[in-house]
């Protein structure tokens, strides 16, 4: 959910780069040379062109040039109608202040234009591309989803073959109805002690290749989610190694990891493994705004031009200049200080050891999966409180309505928390303070209300791809009478955003167990037509 409040440490962030500059001239803007130099794995393809007065030497030319155009004293004949906060609703202009309006810009000469950059936005991609080690980044302003979305149609062609985890994020299987790639399923571990589905790997992929080529398939690309939402990375290194001497080019969902090339205790990023596309939620762990994310690519195998065609089609043909420029300064925020994640790595650590010593409470680490995972991301802290009998929803509630803990991701048996750099050392007390609390209060608590059941992504029968499902004819049934039908809507427990039922899949008993079960714990269920989950939609065959 949208924060106004973060409204206030972002303006700050912006102004914090502004330095008070003449007007650039309209229809002049080019981007500058790179402020510093770091170490990258390829050298970014994008030309830069000439300077303009306004961003020359800027840290954030973007941000510069927002700012600079904003002040100009001129009469606004042009969208959007608050007109650079004159008519700005007051409920919202008193909660977030007149500067987000005065700064929502169009896509105005000086501005530059994202879907053909060529001044500023060119300029400020190409920092980006620099400093996250990528050949080329594009700015997102629909988020990671349309990231994925412009990279599997980028690969993809109507019948080719799309290799993807079966725990892939929702966003995958519109890129499939969108693109009408065919989906291979590869099944991720799961440990049902947590219920948690881990990565996949390089062993696992090879397998689905090696079938796909035995059947005569068209392989368009391999997608991967590396990290998962809790944290466990795949070896990205070995997919990619399985899938390049095929000239099959490999797409990682990497919304958790934008953070990943800041410190050396954080897992590789999927660009140093060797990716050939990498989608980053840079509003997820970094400081950019919601809705605001990066596209990377490296190498050769990929179209860059199709892969932009792609975005042009997906992404909003007004961008908000806001979550661009917000793109900028988070950039700018982690090339100004490398050692930005030194304090909240530190304080991550030491609040896994203190929760790991509370009695009751467990920490999700490596050992819990038996395939060999090479990293999980220490920021994201994963804990149960099942040997106090209590489920994750129930955990959760406590620490929400009696300590004023807000986690990011809720489980049937686990909590999720995120720390990042905006993570208060008083934040990190209280949780284990607030932990401690739970064990000592529950130590003797009866056994928790929910019941187990088996993995929902175990087995599963594909009886239509998910585009030809979308577009069939459906019906309405009763959820207790689904069973067999092929499911003809995108049932999906959110967050972690991971579908349980997908469109052309058979009901079986275990999503379908798994759905009443989690509906009956009151986890809000994405995607399907009935939000209480009492009907589901399926296809009328």
Known sequence: MFSFTFFYPFLALIQSFLVSQESPRRHVI????????????????????????????????????????????????????HNRGNAAPSSLSNLIGMGAFMHDLPELPELDDLFYPKGVILDAQNRAAQLFGSSKTWFLVNGSTCGIQAAVMATCSPGDYLVIPRNCHISVISAMVLSGAVPKYIVPE?????????????SQVDQALKELQKDGKKI?????????YHGICSNVRGIVDACHPLHIPVIVDEAHGAHF???????????????????????????SLTQSSMLHMAGDLVDADKVSQCLQLLQSSSPSYLLLSSLDAARAQLSEN?????????????????????????????STFVSDFPAIDPLRITVSATDLHLSGYEADDILAEEHQIVSE???????????????????????????KHVSEKHSSAKESSFRKCRSPLDKFSVKLTPREAFFTNKKRVCIEDSLGEICGELICPYPPGIPV?????????????????????????????????????????
Not at 272 to 277: F, R, V, Y
Not at 509 to 530: E, K
Request: aromatic fraction near 6%; proline fraction near 6%.
């Open 220 to 228: 368009g690309a391999v997608l991967v989610t590396s990290p998962t």
């Open 190 to 202: 799961y440990n049902s002690g947590w219920d948690i589905a881990g990565g996949v790997t390089p």
């Open 261 to 287: 090339r800041f410190h050396d205790s954080f897992p590789s990023t999927a660009i140093e493994q060797g990716a050939d596309l990498a989608v980053q939620s840079t509003h997820k762990v970094l400081s």
């Open 501 to 541: 039922l997908i469109p052309g899949e058979v009901v079986t008993q275990d999503s379908l167990s798994y759905l009443i079960h989690v509906r009956d714990q009151g986890m809000a269920i994405s995607g399907a037509a009935d939000a209480k989950l009492n009907s589901i939609m399926v296809c009328n065959m």
């Open 30 to 81: 080019a981007p500058c040379g790179t402020s510093r130099t770091v170490p990258r794995i390829a050298e970014t393809e994008a030309t830069p062109a000439e300077p303009s007065a306004a961003v020359q030497g800027a840290t954030a030319p973007l941000v510069q040039a927002l700012k600079s155009t904003a002040a100009q004293e001129v009469s606004c004949f042009h969208f959007p109608g």
């Open 409 to 435: 991701l809720v489980g049937t048996k686990a909590v999720t928390f995120a720390v990042n750099l905006g993570t208060r050392q008083q934040d990190v007390e209280k949780l284990v303070q607030s932990a």
């Open 338 to 366: 490398l050692k930005s994640f030194d304090e909240p790595v530190a304080m991550a650590f030491e609040t896994r050891e203190q929760l790991r010593l509370i009695p009751g409470i467990s920490v999700l680490d490596l």
